[in-house]
C-alpha cells in the first residue's frame, strides 16, 4: 500500500560527498516522520537521521555536523546530504516512512530496498 524508493547511493573517497533521496507514493493520508537508517556487514541496523512532519531533526552522533537532512513534504520526498564521509560511514542506507494510510487512517511504517553507500580510504 505504500511504496518507498530510495536512490543517490554509490562509491566516493573519503571525505567526498553523496546525496540520497527517498520518495513515498501508494495510499498515504499523512506523513509523520522519514528517516535514514543503516546497517554495516556485521552490525546491527542504526538510525542516521529523521525529521518530523514539523520539521523537527534528529541525528546520530557520528553524523551531526557532517550530514543533513531535509525534506519536501509536498512530494513526499526526504533527502540526505552526506559531506566528509568516512570509510565507517560505508552501509547500505534504508529510508524508513512512518504515517497513517489514507482508506483506513491505520498507521503504518514502510522500508524501502535501500542503497549501497560505500566510501574507500
Known amino acids: 500500500q505504500v511504496h518507498v524508493v530510495e536512490s543517490g547511493g554509490g562509491l566516493v573517497q573519503a571525505g567526498g560527498s553523496l546525496r540520497l533521496s527517498c520518495g513515498a507514493s501508494g495510499s498515504i493520508f499523512s506523513i509523520n516522520a522519514m528517516g535514514w537508517h543503516r546497517q554495516a556487514p556485521g552490525k546491527q541496523r542504526e538510525l542516521v537521521a529523521d525529521i518530523s512532519s514539523g520539521d523537527s531533526t534528529n541525528y546520530a552522533d557520528s553524523v551531526k555536523g557532517r550530514f543533513t537532512i531535509s525534506r519536501d513534504s509536498t512530494k513526499n520526498t526526504v533527502f540526505l546530504q552526506m559531506n566528509s564521509l568516512k570509510p565507517d560511514d560505508t552501509a547500505v542506507y534504508y529510508c524508513?516512512?512512518?504515517?497513517?494510510?489514507?482508506?483506513?487512517?491505520?498507521?503504518?511504517?514502510?522500508w524501502g530496498q535501500g542503497t549501497q553507500v560505500t566510501v574507500s580510504s
Open positions: 524508513n516512512v512512518r504515517g497513517f494510510l489514507t482508506r483506513t487512517r491505520t498507521g503504518f511504517s514502510a
